[in-house]
């Protein structure tokens, strides 16, 4: 089992930012990937960004160039930096980790960006 705990969604203005969190805790396999997914009201649950443990990366080509996704793997930890919001960036994130048997949610924070 793996455990994931979120922290650093929140209400910003368009044009801000924000850092959003996940640290994953548990049976933790070497080879992973980590990332966030989102879903607005209405809207289909969409990939935002991911990492894997050697530290590749892929982005919606929505948020390319204004968030950047991270990773420290001594602490299990992925951050995804969000510069330059949108109002469409408003949604429920939601953490990932993905290992060569299971994915792990977490439990979603919730993104809110006012025009």
């Known amino acids: 089992q793996v455990q994931l705990m979120e922290s650093g969604g929140g209400l910003v203005q368009a044009g801000g930012s924000l850092r959003l969190s996940c640290t994953a805790s548990g049976s933790i396999s070497s080879i992973n990937s980590m990332g966030w997914y989102r879903q607005a009201p209405g809207k289909q649950r969409e990939l935002v960004a991911g990492?894997?443990?050697?530290?590749?990366?892929n982005y919606a080509d929505s948020v390319k160039g204004r968030f950047t996704i991270s990773r420290d793997n001594a602490k299990n930890t992925v951050y995804l930096q969000m510069n330059s919001l949108k109002p469409e960036d408003t949604a429920v994130y939601s953490c990932?980790?993905?290992?060569?048997?299971?994915?792990?949610w977490g439990q979603g924070t919730q993104v809110t960006v006012s025009s």
């Open positions: 990932y980790y993905r290992s060569n048997v299971y994915t792990y």
């Open positions: 990492i894997t443990s050697g530290s590749a990366t």
